[in-house]
Nanobody, 123 residues
Framework: VQLQACGGGLVQAGGSLRLSCAAS????????MGWFRQAPGKEREFVAA????????TYYADNVKGRFAISRDNAKMVYLQMNNLKPGDTAVYYC?????????????????WGQGTLVTVSS
């Protein structure tokens, strides 16, 4: 079972990036999925989550609400659209999958993790 995150890069403040997370080894259609990030010298923090199956449920950290959007389009892909990026969004972003369908907000609630993709926002 693997999660592969990609789409990170260097962008100026106010710009946009779209992160993708591809799952392999099993279907994740029933899995809640989440994005977390870790900035240098800081703890990993929750960014966004989406429920399993239809993905009708979503939840965002307060500091990204209105700027980021999480979505899923099939059993193996999850996205994080990031708009109006700020230097404070600079971090390694990780996607994660849970065995259950309900929204999860804490890293310990997730069972599988991707390797991370670096997002750098310049001022």
């Amino acid at each position: 079972v693997q999660l592969q995150a990609c789409g990170g890069g260097l962008v100026q403040a106010g710009g946009s990036l779209r992160l993708s997370c591809a799952a392999s080894g099993r279907t994740f259609s029933s899995s809640a999925m989440g994005w977390f990030r870790q900035a240098p010298g800081k703890e990993r923090e929750f960014v966004a989550a989406i429920s399993g199956w239809s993905g009708s449920g979503t939840y965002y950290a307060d500091n990204v609400k209105g700027r980021f959007a999480i979505s899923r389009d099939n059993a193996k892909m999850v996205y994080l659209q990031m708009n109006n990026l700020k230097p404070g969004d600079t971090a390694v972003y990780y996607c994660a999958a849970a065995l259950g369908a309900q929204l999860r907000l804490h890293s310990w609630q997730y069972d599988y993790w991707g390797q991370g993709t670096l997002v750098t926002v310049s001022s």
